[in-house]
């Protein structure tokens, strides 16, 4: 079977090396990929939001499986488009317009989470029309508060205030002057949650799910955790405190739950889940969905996952994802981020990379998330360009191979954390 796949990052290049794997798969698309991808399958010049070219594209390649990374085409709702075509009836891995709300409308995951119980922070939401009610509610909420524009802001809409006047400044910006667009009129305010953050992935048919991993991420600039925030500085799965009573909790009172409301408000979904959870004192709660994998996560989750991707993705459609067997990772798998210097603020691009030859014993891999190819030459081309994987008998070990990898890794300006799974030393 021909699979093609929408996006152009780490999650990516994860994604399409393990697809690349299935006895399922014959050829490989990416559109519209990166230097890393062109050397797993073929890249395809498509923009991941044009329906039409992709259709045209998976016509004339005899695709029958497509397999979409960002959020963005799935809230735009590529997965509504295909259904409605009559000339390719292939399988779309992907959540519904509807279902990507849970990523889409933090307002409607919100609502979504508290119709169907699932343990969250409480909230409030508002917009221009209640705007003096909301600025009164912010003045007595608790510190810190946080604001969350309600649609997609490219990983910016989340502010924690520490004081009330930066969050009411943070209201004003989000709400009258339209500081994310759209994306900000309307709010949601919410409880601050004291604890230790970790995600959990699951593949959906909107009936039946199986859980595929889950991962640590670390996604602030600095070590230690200082600094701005990034898309993803690195991951570690397994992560210690998920033993079998805490993943329970999560099974039952987050995952079960979500897919139960899914299937009870009729929405179609048929792709990923990726939970967002803090464990406060032990319990866990929904920090956000995602309607879509992560990005560094996959570049562990995909590495650590003991089945065929396709096989998954085939009982998406055919049934059976219960009784998919996954046996759980025996080593630990780490993925170190580097990125252009200046990076999370401006950056250039266009850096030539230089990268080791890999030994053949599988114990890293080398994603790329921003690089692209030009000629012979592979450069940067984002402000994360590329995620080391390791695989160790614990975190420690896996780090420590991916940060010697890096030293033969050079682009101008290369920066990367070296404590990623430092806390599990
Ligand atoms: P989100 O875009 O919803 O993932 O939020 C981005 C980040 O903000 C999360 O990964 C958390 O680190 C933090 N965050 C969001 N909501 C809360 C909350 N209610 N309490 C504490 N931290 C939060
Ligand atoms: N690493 C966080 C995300 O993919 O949203």
């Known amino acids: 079977m021909n699979i093609l796949i929408l996006g152009s990052g780490g999650r990516e290049h994860a994604l399409a090396w393990k697809i690349k794997e299935s006895k399922h798969c014959d050829k490989v698309f990416i559109a519209p990929g990166n230097a890393g991808t062109a050397a797993v399958g073929q890249n395809v010049p498509i923009d991941v939001n044009d329906f039409d070219a992709i259709k045209q594209f998976v016509i004339d390649n005899k695709v029958?499986?497509?397999?979409?990374?960002?959020?963005?085409?799935?809230?735009?709702?590529?997965?509504?488009?295909?259904?409605?075509?009559?000339d390719w009836k292939g399988m779309v891995i992907a959540p519904s317009r509807a279902g990507a709300q849970l990523e889409g409308s933090k307002a409607f995951s919100k609502k979504f989470m508290e119709r169907h119980r699932i343990p969250t922070a409480s909230y409030a939401e508002f917009n221009a029309d209640n705007y003096q009610e909301g600025k009164t509610y912010i003045a007595s909420h608790s510190l810190p508060v946080v604001l969350k524009a309600d649609g997609l802001a490219a990983g910016k809409g989340v502010v924690i205030a520490q004081?009330?006047?930066?969050?009411?400044?943070?209201?004003?910006?989000?709400?009258?002057?339209?500081?994310?667009?759209?994306?900000?009129?309307?709010?949601?305010?919410?409880?601050?949650?004291?604890?230790?953050?970790?995600?959990?992935?699951?593949?959906?048919?909107?009936?039946?799910?199986?859980?595929?991993?889950?991962?640590?991420?670390?996604?602030?600039?600095?070590?230690?955790?200082?600094?701005?925030?990034?898309?993803?500085?690195?991951?570690?799965?397994?992560?210690?405190?998920?033993?079998?009573?805490?993943?329970?909790?999560?099974?039952n009172q987050i995952i079960r739950p979500t897919v139960e409301g899914i299937a009870?408000?009729?929405?179609?979904?048929?792709?990923?889940?990726?939970?967002?959870?803090?464990?406060?004192?032990?319990?866990?709660?929904?920090?956000?969905?995602?309607?879509?994998?992560?990005?560094?996560?996959?570049?562990?989750?995909?590495?650590?996952?003991?089945?065929?991707?396709?096989?998954?993705?085939?009982?998406?459609?055919?049934?059976?994802?219960?009784?998919?067997?996954?046996?759980?990772?025996?080593?630990?798998?780490?993925?170190?981020?580097?990125?252009?210097?200046?990076?999370?603020?401006?950056?250039?691009?266009?850096?030539?990379?230089?990268?080791?030859?890999?030994?053949?014993?599988?114990?890293?891999?080398?994603?790329?998330?921003?690089?692209?190819?030009?000629?012979?030459?592979?450069?940067?081309?984002?402000g994360r360009v590329l995620a080391i994987t390791s695989f160790g008998e614990n975190i420690e070990a896996a780090a420590e191979k991916s940060r010697q990898l890096l030293k033969d890794i050079h682009f101008d300006g290369i920066q990367y954390r070296k404590d990623i799974g430092y806390e599990f030393k």
Do not use: W
């Open 64 to 86: 029958t499986m497509l397999v979409v990374g960002p959020e963005d085409p799935l809230v735009n709702g590529v997965y509504d488009y295909f259904q409605g075509q009559q």
């Open 163 to 251: 004081t009330h006047e930066e969050a009411l400044k943070t209201f004003e910006e989000m709400i009258l002057n339209k500081q994310f667009g759209e994306a900000s009129s309307k709010v949601v305010i919410e409880q601050f949650l004291d604890g230790i953050e970790v995600s959990v992935f699951i593949l959906t048919d909107g009936k039946d799910y199986k859980i595929i991993g889950h991962a640590k991420d670390y996604k602030r600039i600095g070590e230690g955790d200082t600094g701005l925030n990034t898309g993803g500085m690195g991951c570690v799965t397994p992560v210690p405190f998920m033993d079998t009573s805490f993943m329970e909790k999560v099974e």
């Open 264 to 382: 009870k408000e009729e929405i179609d979904y048929k792709g990923f889940i990726f939970f967002g959870l803090i464990n406060v004192k032990g319990e866990p709660m929904v920090i956000e969905y995602n309607c879509r994998m992560g990005d560094p996560e996959t570049e562990v989750i995909m590495p650590s996952l003991n089945a065929d991707i396709v096989d998954l993705f085939l009982a998406v459609y055919y049934g059976g994802l219960n009784e998919v067997n996954i046996q759980p990772a025996v080593q630990s798998c780490v993925t170190v981020v580097a990125v252009s210097g200046g990076y999370p603020g401006s950056y250039e691009k266009g850096k030539k990379i230089t990268l080791p030859e890999l030994k053949q014993n599988n114990e890293s891999l080398i994603f790329h998330a921003g690089t692209q190819l030009q000629g012979t030459d592979i450069l940067t081309n984002g």
